[in-house]
């Protein structure tokens, strides 16, 4: 049973361009979560997300962000226009019941 | 979700039994008590997590005070591979809600 899915494990956009960052949730899991993690910095909830329904976004910037998790395929976190402040590594996490467990991240560089 | 307070940071040497405090007054009787550790550069890791009684498994136990309003991480052992910043996190029971992280102790192994 592969753990959860993340990628790309690196990315590095340009200011003003588009970041999308995946997450394969494990197998049998129908709860997805996003996490920021800003350098040196905790985590910080973003979305929770079950399939094709936005649960909880309180986390999440009013502008250019974006999340799904489709019926088929992996959830998504989109991001617009990224900026320097971007910058962050990314986590995703999947539960289905009391344990939820932690993809390895994807960490976006905004130049 | 309740609040949880940790030391921000402790220190053990290695091969040594090490006790993570964690304080949770306002702990209501559906929450569990999770613990998370992240090494560095790299996703949160699931270590354990209980409700009443004590728990062993193969990483930890975790030790809980009968009115629930403590607990311990204990690591039996520790190695240079233990050093992370450990998080203890409430969350209710069905694990529905995702896990609100706070600042954690930094766990800082000597050789």
């Known amino acids: 049973n592969a753990g959860v899915m993340q990628n790309p494990r690196h990315l590095v956009r340009r200011r003003g361009q588009e970041a999308r960052l995946r997450c394969s949730p494990m197998?049998?899991?129908?709860?997805v979560y996003w996490y920021r993690q800003l350098p040196e910095e905790g985590l910080k909830f973003m979305v929770y997300?079950?399939?094709?329904?936005?649960?909880?976004e309180s986390g999440m910037p009013k502008e250019r962000f974006s999340a799904e998790f489709p019926k088929e395929g992996p959830s998504i976190l989109r991001i617009q226009q990224v900026v320097r402040g971007d910058s962050a590594a990314y986590f995703c996490?999947?539960?289905?019941?009391?344990?939820?467990?932690f993809g390895q991240g994807t960490r976006l560089t905004v130049v | 979700d309740a609040k949880t307070t940790q030391p921000n940071s402790m220190e053990s040497n290695e091969e040594e039994p090490v006790h993570l405090p964690c304080n949770h007054s306002t702990i209501s009787g559906t929450d569990y008590i999770h613990w998370y550790r992240q090494l560095p550069s790299q996703g949160p890791e699931y270590v354990i997590h209980?409700?009443?009684s004590n728990v062993n498994n193969r990483m930890a136990s975790l030790a809980i005070a009968e009115d629930r309003k403590s607990s311990t991480l204990i690591l039996h052992r520790a190695t240079l591979r233990d050093a992370a910043v450990y998080y203890c996190?409430?969350?209710?029971?069905?694990?529905?809600?995702?896990?609100?992280f706070g600042k954690g102790t930094h766990l800082i192994i000597q050789p």
């Open positions: 996490a999947s539960s289905q019941g009391e344990l939820a467990f």
């Open positions: 997300l079950q399939k094709e329904n936005i649960i909880d």
């Open positions: 197998k049998g899991h129908s709860h």
């Open positions: 996190i409430l969350r209710k029971g069905g694990g529905a809600d995702g896990l609100t």
């Open positions: 209980g409700l009443t």
